[in-house]
């Protein structure tokens, strides 16, 4: 009996180990927005989102939109600089440049280069820089938006992605044999193996993920090997966004903010 006691603590013990711990954000407030999807929240609480392809910038005092059917469907909106918001549009090889007014300053055609590309991944880059990947030749580069200059850097990319992200200083992608991969300015690219699979993702620190599955919000810490379960009263999750602790979750309803602190 002493031998079962001793094997069933074991086995809760193990069990009770490779569940997710659980994280409990704060409700901060809501908002009621009728959108397609959401892009995301900026430091000065302006709300970004997309309706009938187009896109809204919206606040307590004001709306503001910007539209160009011309270009076909948005593909992205990268809002980590909002005073140059950058809108993709795959389908015509395109990105446009916005200030913070939603008015457009620069648009690039990246068909009409002296190297033409292809261009099925952007972002924003440091230096006035848009990161690229170049599907043409399946390799990642950097554009100039000041000198217009194109410029390949590291090694093709033979696997294709299921997710990507950019920030000043990397490139980083999920890819659909489940390597996470980062690239510097410099070209250099490390990776490691993941075991997550997921419907929407967020990168939010070096090896550390949110990721949306089966209607569950979870975050994984490679680097500590932890996992936790978000607890939120949602059921019904479209998409999220976390940025300066401030974790939003867009539903049918609208956008509902929440305090959260990631260990």
Same mark, same amino acid.
């Given at each position: ?49 997309? +309706?009938?392809?187009?896109?809204? +910038? ?17 593909? +992205? ?33 990246? @068909? +009409? ?75 250099? =690219?490390? @990776? ?11 990168? =939010? ?42 974790? @939003? ?15």
């Amino acid at each position: 009996m002493k031998k079962l006691a001793y094997l069933f603590l074991f086995l809760t013990t193990v069990l009770g180990f490779s569940q997710s711990l659980k994280l409990v954000p704060i409700r901060i407030d809501s908002i009621a927005i009728k959108a397609d999807l959401f892009v995301g929240l900026d430091g000065f609480k302006n709300y970004y989102y997309i +309706k009938n392809n187009v896109l809204f +910038k919206k606040n307590t005092k004001t709306i503001l939109q910007y539209q160009a059917f011309s270009l076909g469907a948005i593909t +992205k909106v990268d809002i980590i600089n909002p005073l140059k918001i950058i809108v993709f549009y795959e389908a015509f090889n395109t990105a446009v440049i916005l200030d913070n007014q939603l008015n457009e300053v620069q648009r690039i055609d990246f @068909s +009409k280069l002296d190297n033409s590309i292809v261009v099925s991944a952007l972002g924003i880059a440091g230096q006035n820089k848009l990161w690229i990947f170049n599907s043409l030749k399946q390799q990642l580069g950097l554009y100039d938006l000041v000198t217009t200059q194109y410029q390949e850097i590291g090694n093709p990319i033979g696997e294709g992605f299921s997710y990507y992200q950019t920030d000043y200083n990397y490139f980083q992608w999920i890819s659909k044999n489940k390597q996470w991969n980062t690239c510097n300015l410099y070209g250099k =690219i490390s @990776s490691f193996t993941i075991d997550s699979t997921f419907t929407d993702c967020q990168i =939010i620190a070096e090896n550390k993920i949110i990721f949306l599955k089966d209607n569950a919000l979870l975050v994984r810490d490679y680097t500590n090997d932890k996992q936790y379960q978000i607890q939120i009263v949602e059921k019904s999750l479209r998409n999220f966004y976390y940025k300066d602790q401030i974790l @939003s979750i867009f539903t049918n309803e609208g956008i509902t903010n929440y305090k959260l602190t990631i260990p």
